[in-house]
């Protein structure tokens, strides 16, 4: 049983936000019926759960597992959660906020814009958010467990030496062309006037208000938050820190039916009523005016900043890597110094193929080693427009593995396989801490390498 795999192949839906949401805005719009196929102490897997996974595969044109292979895996996700209650592991909420924060900013650039995610599902960012906020932290919980029972795993250079020494040599893999590449970006500013100009529209929405026309008409006709635009900009209950800091502020600065002043966040420019508090929960309704970042952004002071960096990084004035992190916008990269990383093994190699982003490849394509570039255009995750430098760091010719060269892939290999053996002893143990059931239409499957049986299978604690 490949531990490692299956907890992978359960966090894929939650991990791939774009397909999650796919499935969420369809499963909204047909009749099922839903039943419980497998309890794990008090967490329940439903039918519509496994679907939407296997359908999550397919939506991204992967071939997906067998399924009492995701079943497996869904159940051992159910395990980690269940245990992590047991043992008291939580994660802080910031660090949720953080991660939905970067799945969202993935999903804006999938779609283009936080409009057409809107329009695709009928619902606001912010009510978007608030509904999978409860699949991103169990991901982060799923992913401290793994920490907590294999982050002690270490290797040593004579077990990455051993390791390859066991690959037959007519094995060994071929290694592709490789770059490291880094980037130091500036979002561009919003110009004032386009500022200004929101801002007196939401003012002169806001007067009209006060003389007594209806705000939930008002939202329908010109809020751009189309999701609550047509519920008259109503978001619903939210509880504290479900939504931003500024929006949250404001709304909770008001007494019931009250307005607020103009709040800019990073979806544009609010005019908030609220309806009425509740405990720890609020109801209000919104206007949101968005500003057009592809009229509207003065890129100036990013131009400005770029250029400069890039002179005193060039006579040596400066380095890359220091500039980036005091500078650079890009906060997910800027701590390691401005390197970007492969996605999938988190390595700051990139493989330099079709599998690039192409305006990455085509950037680097005129750059020799070592060069920084002149600033260029760059969308942000988040659907925002800056500015980058980018930095040619080094490259790496097509070659047959070796240790010299390729010692971190083979070391995280090496490290790899030795965490899921610490995850396989861990299972092992565990599954007499909670209770699993899985329903009778199942007892084909091997769950945990155990027989169902023909009636419901059951491990009690």
């Not at 008291?88 to 900013?105: A, H, R, Y």
């Not at 051993?162 to 040599?169: E, Q, V």
């Not at 590449?181 to 006037?193: D, L, M, Q, W």
Request: include cysteine; aromatic fraction near 6%; glycine fraction near 6%.
């Amino acid at each position: 049983m490949n531990i490692n795999k299956l907890v992978a192949i359960s966090l894929f839906a939650i991990l791939s936000l774009g397909s999650s949401l796919l499935s969420y805005g369809q499963g909204q719009k047909g009749v099922t019926i839903d039943k419980i196929i497998a309890r794990v102490d008090n967490h329940y897997i439903l039918s519509s759960e496994l679907e939407e996974m296997y359908a999550s595969y397919k939506a991204q044109g992967q071939k997906a597992p067998e399924k009492c292979q995701l079943l497996e895996s869904l159940i051992i996700n159910k395990m980690l959660l269940a245990k992590a209650e047991i043992d008291s592991v939580t994660v802080e909420e910031k660090e949720v906020d953080n991660e939905l924060d970067g799945k969202m900013g993935f999903m804006i650039q999938r779609f283009g814009s936080e409009k057409n995610i809107v329009e695709a599902y009928g619902k606001s960012i912010e009510n978007l958010k608030t509904e999978l906020r409860g699949q991103v932290k169990d991901q982060k919980i799923v992913e401290k467990m793994q920490r907590t029972i294999s982050g002690d795993v270490k290797i040593t250079p004579n077990e990455v030496r051993k390791f390859f020494n066991s690959i037959p040599k007519d094995s060994l893999p071929y290694i592709p062309a490789e770059v490291e590449i880094g980037h130091i970006v500036r979002k561009g500013e919003v110009t004032k006037e386009q500022k200004d100009k929101l801002i007196q529209q939401l003012r002169d929405l806001k007067s009209r208000a006060e003389k007594g026309e209806d705000f939930a008409m008002l939202a329908q006709i010109y809020s751009e938050d189309l999701g609550s635009a047509k519920n008259g900009g109503d978001l619903n209950f939210a509880k504290r820190g479900a939504m931003l800091p500024e929006f949250e502020g404001a709304a909770l600065a008001l007494k019931p039916g009250e307005m607020s002043d103009i709040v800019e966040s990073q979806y544009g420019f609010h005019l908030i009523k609220l309806i009425e508090t509740r405990g720890a929960e609020y109801h209000s309704r919104h206007i949101l005016l968005r500003p057009d970042y592809n009229k509207g952004t003065d890129m100036t002071d990013a131009l400005n900043v770029l250029d400069s960096l890039r002179t005193l990084i060039t006579t040596d004035t400066l380095t890359f890597a220091q500039a980036a992190r005091d500078n650079s916008e890009d906060k997910e990269t800027a701590e390691a110094g401005g390197l970007l990383q492969d996605r999938n093994t988190g390595l700051g190699l990139l493989t330099l193929d079709a599998s690039m982003d192409p305006a990455l490849y085509f950037a680097i394509d005129t750059m020799k080693v070592g060069d920084v570039s002149k600033p260029v255009s760059y969308r942000m995750e988040d659907g925002s427009s800056a500015m980058r430098i980018l930095w040619y760091k080094s490259k790496s010719e097509p070659h047959t593995a070796n240790l010299r060269d390729d010692y971190e892939k083979i070391a995280q290999i090496v490290l790899s396989n030795k965490r899921n053996n610490a995850l396989e002893e861990w299972f092992k143990k565990a599954q007499g801490d909670v209770y699993i059931s899985v329903e009778p239409e199942y007892k084909d499957c091997k769950i945990l390498g155990l027989d169902t049986g023909d009636e419901t299978w059951q491990a009690e604690k």
